[in-house]
């Protein structure tokens, strides 16, 4: 157990970034803003926290958004979940074969209860420790800071040379890279597989892999 992996859980384990963008459209329509339809919510916010999200709307606007939109997008979401998503293909063999094998721990930008709840639906959870399962609500700055993944190496108690974080969005890849942690670019989740992969590999991505059972071959 030399090899500390740490998994991204949207659009990584989870396969809910559509479900999430589709909501944050609908909101933001809801709001007046038209122009947002999930594919640029994708396109604008993919692996940034909501907090994040939410600076990136009010300074395109330049006027501020109502305190309960956070709320409402939580509540939304973990009514949703349960029906509209599943676990990324081979998410759960592969996470079901490394338990015990190596360190493993979930390490996202989502709001705690989505990612805990998320987790659960497609019977992920079981694999992870409570605390071993890191949300940028434990750090002071979100992806693409490093600070969720030097954090998550910190509490494993291990280094970061000798992890490996695998990691979907360009946001996610820059906060690797910023730590100093060899990355992983998944893309088997992508609608459009070659223009991720330039996005990843644009970020600083290591290595790419469509399939999440390739991790094995660059432990």
């Known amino acids: 157990m030399d090899t500390l992996i740490i998994f991204?859980?949207?659009?990584?384990?989870?396969?809910?970034?559509?479900?999430?963008?589709?909501?944050?459209?609908?909101l933001l329509n809801e709001l007046g803003y038209a122009e947002y339809t999930p594919e640029l919510c994708l396109e604008l916010f993919a692996g940034h926290s909501w907090s994040t999200i939410r600076h990136i709307i009010e300074a395109r606007h330049s006027e501020p958004l109502p305190d309960d939109l956070i709320p409402r997008y939580i509540r939304i979401a973990n009514q949703k979940m349960h029906h509209d998503f599943d676990a990324t293909p081979n998410a759960n063999k592969v996470v079901s074969d490394f338990h015990g094998k190596h360190k493993i721990c979930v390490a996202s930008n989502g709001e705690r209860n989505n990612v805990l709840k998320s987790l659960e639906v497609t019977d992920l959870?079981?694999?992870?420790?409570?605390?071993?399962?890191?949300?940028?609500?434990?750090?002071?700055?979100?992806?693409?800071?490093?600070?969720?993944?030097?954090?998550?190496?910190?509490?494993?108690?291990?280094?970061?040379?000798?992890?490996?974080?695998?990691?979907?969005?360009?946001t996610g890849v820059e906060a690797a890279k910023a730590a100093g942690i060899k990355v992983l670019g998944y893309i088997g989740a992508a609608h459009d597989k070659n223009k991720q992969a330039e996005k990843l590999k644009k970020a600083g991505a290591d290595v790419l892999i469509e399939c999440l059972i390739h991790i094995e071959k660059h432990i």
Do not use: W
Request: proline share 8%; with cysteine.
């Open 125 to 170: 959870l079981q694999y992870f420790e409570d605390h071993h399962i890191f949300t940028k609500i434990q750090v002071p700055r979100p992806k693409p800071a490093p600070d969720l993944f030097e954090f998550a190496c910190a509490q494993m108690d291990h280094s970061p040379d000798k992890a490996i974080i695998i990691e979907d969005s360009a």
């Open 8 to 26: 991204d859980c949207d659009g990584t384990l989870v396969n809910s970034e559509h479900l999430y963008n589709s909501i944050t459209a609908e």
